[in-house]
């Protein structure tokens, strides 16, 4: 079962981490003290919009609008990978 996170919140990137593009790999990548993940196209898009300032809901509604999906499988899919980079200690929620 997926973690529920009120749609009111804003997530961040946790401190000393970041989310780049790494040229010498040609991929995103999110850096943080002695770890390293790369996410997938996906999850790519919804970290783009990880800024601290933006709410669960806001990212959930820009992304459905982009991609024209369904609103609850958006952000049933959103809520979990957050909730997972949450758990990794990449994103603070």
């Not at 996170?5 to 997530?11: D, G, H, K, R, S």
């Not at 369904?70 to 990978?81: F, G, S």
Request: hydrophobic content about 50%; glycine content about 6%.
């Amino acid at each position: 079962m997926t973690r529920q996170i009120p749609e009111a919140t804003a997530p961040v990137f946790a401190r000393g981490v970041r989310f780049r593009f790494d040229q010498a790999r040609a991929a995103w990548i999110v850096l943080g003290p002695e770890r390293l993940f790369l996410p997938d196209e996906h999850a790519v898009e919804v970290l783009k919009l990880v800024d601290g300032a933006r709410t669960l809901g806001a990212i959930v509604d820009e992304l459905a609008a982009r991609f024209d999906a369904p609103r609850h499988q958006i952000a049933e899919d959103v809520t979990a990978m957050l909730a997972d980079f949450a758990d990794k200690g990449a994103v603070t929620l």
